[in-house]
C-alpha cells in the first residue's frame, strides 16, 4: 500500500517530468496529490529535497525497466546490447512508463536546470548516467569485447543522441539509426580485438 510520501514522490515526479523542475511549484504538487502541506513538511524539509527524492525514484524505475528489457530480449550479451535501442524507441513512443509519456530524459533536464555541476540534483542525474555506462560496461565484457569501457562510453553516446534528437526533433525512429551505428562499432571493436562472433 502506498504511504503519503509515496504519492507525494509518484505526483512530483511526474509533475516535474512534464513540466520541468523550476517551472512546477509545491501548491500544484500539493494539489494533484491530495497532501497536505504539513504532511510535505514532515518529510521533506525543502523542495530541493523533494526534485532529489523524484530523481532516485525515476532512477530507480528507469534503470530496472531499461535493464528488464534488455535482460528478457536475449542471453546472449551482444544482443543484449542492441536491444537497448529498441526499448528506448518504446519509450520514445511513450508506451514504456503507464501514465507517463515521453517528455525526453529527466536526468538531461535536471542537469540542464541545475546547471551547476555541484548541485546535489545534477550530480544524481551524472550518477544515473554513470550506472548505465557501467551497466553497459559489464555486457561488452560479458561478449568477450575489447576494451569494454571505452566500447560502453561510445554506446552510451548513441543513446544519448537518440535521447535528444527523438525529444527535440520529434524522432522515435533516432533509436534506429543508433541502433546501427551501434552495430558498426561493436562489428569494429570485435575485429579489433581479433575474436569474431562465435
Given at each position: 500500500m502506498k504511504s503519503r510520501r509515496d504519492d507525494l514522490v509518484e505526483t512530483?515526479?511526474?509533475?516535474?517530468?512534464?513540466?520541468?523542475?523550476?517551472?512546477t511549484g509545491i501548491d500544484r504538487i500539493l494539489a494533484e496529490s491530495g497532501?497536505?502541506?504539513?504532511?510535505?513538511?514532515?518529510?521533506?524539509?525543502s523542495k530541493d529535497e523533494l526534485?532529489?527524492?523524484?530523481l532516485q525514484l525515476r532512477d530507480e524505475r528507469f534503470r530496472n525497466w531499461l535493464m528488464a528489457e534488455m535482460e528478457k530480449s536475449s542471453t546472449d550479451p551482444e544482443e543484449r546490447l542492441l536491444s537497448m535501442f529498441p526499448a528506448l524507441e518504446t519509450w520514445f513512443l511513450g508506451k514504456a512508463f503507464k501514465g507517463l509519456g515521453f517528455s525526453g530524459c529527466a536526468f538531461i533536464n535536471a542537469a540542464g536546470e541545475f546547471g551547476d555541476?555541484?548541485?546535489?540534483?545534477?550530480?544524481?542525474?551524472?550518477?544515473?548516467?554513470?550506472?548505465?555506462?557501467?551497466?553497459?560496461?559489464?555486457?561488452?565484457?560479458?561478449?568477450?569485447?575489447?576494451?569494454?569501457e571505452d566500447l560502453a562510453e561510445q554506446l552510451a553516446l548513441l543513446k544519448e543522441g537518440a535521447i535528444a534528437t527523438a525529444h527535440v526533433r520529434?524522432?522515435?525512429e533516432a533509436a534506429r539509426t543508433a541502433e546501427k551505428?551501434?552495430?558498426?562499432?561493436?562489428?569494429?571493436?570485435?575485429?579489433?580485438?581479433g575474436q569474431p562472433k562465435a
Open positions: 512530483a515526479l511526474k509533475l516535474f517530468y512534464i513540466h520541468g523542475f523550476n517551472a497532501v497536505a502541506k504539513m504532511t510535505l513538511y514532515k518529510h521533506f524539509r526534485i532529489l527524492a523524484a555541476q555541484a548541485h546535489p540534483a545534477h550530480r544524481l542525474a551524472a550518477e544515473h548516467k554513470r550506472r548505465i555506462v557501467d551497466y553497459l560496461s559489464e555486457l561488452c565484457r560479458d561478449a568477450g569485447l575489447p576494451d569494454p520529434n524522432m522515435p551505428m551501434a552495430r558498426v562499432l561493436i562489428e569494429a571493436a570485435r575485429a579489433r580485438g
